[in-house]
């Protein structure tokens, strides 16, 4: 009986162990802070000042494609890393370079916040330290953009929109925020907007045949004629007889991209309208619907004169990120 309940009290110190060491391991985290596409960038003054400093604004600071002011991919701030603690380091989006022994670029996940992603940059020389900017920059913008996504989507299910349209029409969903209501719907066309202090933010959608846009050597020339051809008939301008088309100075930017789990391809560009001084970037994703035997598009489209765009930008690509289809159609 003793040495039976010696093995208990064994068995039960250990599974006591066990339990304060998965506790030490999973230690709390708070809520990451920070604007919506900003970046703290922590880096010696020296640094910031020099060739590796004009290498991280020429990465990180870039222009964002298909606006018509300038903006910056992200906003930085810069930090030396003696003062990178305490709530600092709870900053969403975080680059860290450094000169050190070692060369390596790579981006972390939840270091000091969630959701947080820290690039890591170091170097022994200015030319590791700038090679390595290079290397990971594409790959620390992509997870910088997909965390504030995240985050917007997080955000914005808060309060969703309950209004039926893009099911009934389309068979799909969008988690879409509150403060956006439906303009119009007509048979295979769904406009969603809403109210910005100076304009509004725009959501279309709308499908396609399954074998639109089958000729890659047309592909960008086929996209155009498609969003004349849909913003003469629903997107009308201020006056009768002028209506949404593409700017015709610029080729918008197609990329690779996937909504919902299906393919896609992701157009970006400037709308202006036919007849009349007003324009605006757009965004649109034309989606491989397979199972519906169509193309769906979804596009956002803001007009704000003079007003930054970026961040509305990066609100209507999350909501239409949010894609489920929810029936197939006949």
């Not at 007009?303 to 909501?319: C, G, M, Q, T, V």
């Amino acid at each position: 009986m003793m040495r039976k309940l010696g093995t208990l009290l064994l068995i039960a110190s250990l599974a006591c162990t066990s339990c304060k060491e998965n506790s030490e391991n999973k230690r709390y985290l708070p809520p990451s802070t920070g604007a919506v596409n900003s970046l703290m960038v922590v880096m010696d003054n020296n640094l910031w000042q020099g060739e590796v400093g004009d290498k991280v604004r020429a990465i990180f600071a870039d222009r964002v494609l298909a606006v018509p002011q300038s903006e910056a991919i992200f906003s930085l701030t810069q930090i030396p890393p003696q003062v990178f603690s305490g709530a600092v380091s709870n900053s969403r989006s975080v680059l860290y370079v450094q000169r050190d022994s070692l060369s390596i670029g790579h981006v972390k996940s939840n270091v000091y916040a969630i959701p947080q992603k820290v690039a890591v940059v170091k170097g022994r020389t200015t030319e590791e330290l700038l090679a390595n900017l290079d290397s990971v920059g594409p790959k620390a913008i992509a997870s910088f953009r997909n965390n504030e996504i995240s985050e917007a989507q997080r955000r914005f299910k808060r309060s969703l929109n309950s209004e039926t349209d893009l099911k009934d029409e389309l068979g799909i969903h969008l988690d879409i925020p509150s403060v956006y209501r439906v303009g119009k719907h007509e048979e295979n066309f769904v406009w969603i907007d809403r109210q910005i202090l100076k304009g509004n933010m725009n959501i279309i959608a709308y499908s396609m045949p399954w074998d639109s846009f089958s000729n890659d050597s047309t592909f960008v020339r086929d996209i155009v004629k498609m969003r004349d051809s849909i913003g003469k008939k629903y997107v009308p301008g201020p006056y009768d007889g002028t209506f949404m088309i593409t700017e015709r100075a610029f080729a918008p930017y197609v990329f690779p991209a996937e909504v919902g789990g299906l393919m896609a391809a992701e157009v970006r560009g400037i709308w202006e309208i036919n007849g009349y001084p007003m324009a605006g970037p757009f965004l649109s994703y034309i989606i491989s619907d397979k199972a519906n035997n169509r193309k769906l598009v979804l596009e956002g489209f803001i007009f704000a004169p003079s007003a930054n765009k970026r961040d509305d930008l990066l609100e209507l690509e999350a909501i239409m990120k949010t894609l489920k289809i929810e029936t197939t159609q006949s």
